[in-house]
């Protein structure tokens, strides 16, 4: 490239060819902002050599990493980074019109800031009719406000941070941990800034079956769980909050009535529907593994299937 790059993205692949070949085009549609970024795409174990769609595209540099994870994926392309600014998506990631200019503007106005999680939207197969997968995940699978404002952290489907803030903090966690919930809370801990910047966008897949959610949730749940412990009291809490959630539906009923995530009778109704069936899995879910089931072993098997 013939300038420093002003920002170095890091998108960790495997097994994703068209996936990535698509999130490489609308990135490089970001070259008509003119401000120069590297791309870093580091392959995870892939059956089939990303090579040749990585080489169709302007300033793609293509790394491998052979330790299993997004984690120990992102870490290496952090690691080889020329930029002073990191940006982190997924290889399944649409970046938006303005994505580019829109982290740039805010981390060059604002220099007390840290850290920025961009939004994350759901990327449709038919905008005028969203499957009730794809309406429920518009509302609640990727909530960036929420996640920095009341948990600390950004997703790292769209997140960008100073790199001498990054290797400060240290690396992301392997494939058995929440990689970017943990590093995230840890970089807040230790007083650097995060903020929502809504400008900055990308679309994502929603999953196509409620196998899919439900693998999502497993693993979700089976980490929640391990934090347990044998603390008797924290079992009870558990068991609280299982309940709560069964119910939760009807108090969410108003929110999806009100959300500005989907448009429509329609779309809020499907999005109510599946939320109530995702709750009451998550619900049974977390008895059964107060009551019975191992959460390693869990967690184990969404890693198999993941």
């Known amino acids: 490239m013939s300038a420093s790059p002003q920002l170095s993205v890091v998108i960790p692949h ?3 060819l068209d996936n990535l070949h698509r999130c490489l085009a609308a990135l490089d549609a970001q070259r008509a902002e003119g401000i120069p970024f590297e791309i870093i795409v580091v392959d995870n174990g ?28 992102r870490n290496r392309g952090a690691g ?3 930029a002073e600014l990191l940006a982190f998506i997924d290889a399944d990631c649409v970046v938006q ?18 850290l920025l999680a961009g939004d994350i939207g759901i990327l449709m197969t038919d905008p005028a009719r969203p499957s009730a997968i794809e309406a429920y995940e518009s509302i609640y699978s990727y909530r960036a406000r929420l996640y920095v404002e009341r948990h600390g952290f950004a997703a790292t489907g769209n997140m960008a941070v100073r790199t001498r803030v990054f290797r400060s903090v240290g690396p992301f966690g392997g494939i058995s941990t929440m990689e970017d919930t943990e590093w995230g809370r840890g970089a807040t801990a230790k007083g650097h800034r995060l903020v929502y910047l809504a400008e900055a966008q990308v679309l994502t897949p929603s999953c196509k079956t409620f196998g899919e959610l439900a693998r999502r949730w497993d693993r979700h749940v089976a980490h929640e769980y391990c934090k347990v412990g044998a603390d008797p009291l924290a079992r009870l809490r558990w068991l609280v909050v299982s309940a709560m959630i069964c119910i939760s539906p009807l108090a ?13 009778y329609r779309s809020r109704s499907l999005a109510l529907i599946c939320l109530t069936r995702v709750r009451f899995y998550r619900a049974r879910r977390m008895l059964g593994l107060a009551l019975h089931w191992n959460s390693a072993a869990l967690l184990a098997t969404w890693n198999r299937k993941s």
Do not use: Y
């Not at 892939?46 to 994926?73: I, N, Y």
């Not at 019109?97 to 840290?114: H, Q, S, V």
């Not at 009923?253 to 500005?260: H, I, Q």
């Open 80 to 82: 080889v980074a020329q």
């Open 14 to 16: 495997l097994n994703e």
């Open 252 to 264: 969410e009923s108003l929110a999806v009535l009100r959300t500005d995530r989907v448009s429509g």
């Open 97 to 114: 019109p303005g994505w580019l200019r829109a982290i740039i503007n805010l981390m060059d106005k604002r220099p007390e800031i840290d």
């Open 46 to 73: 892939s059956t089939v050599d990303p090579e040749p769609v990585c080489s169709r595209f302007e300033g793609v540099r293509l790394e491998r990493e052979p330790v299993a994870g997004p984690g120990p994926a």
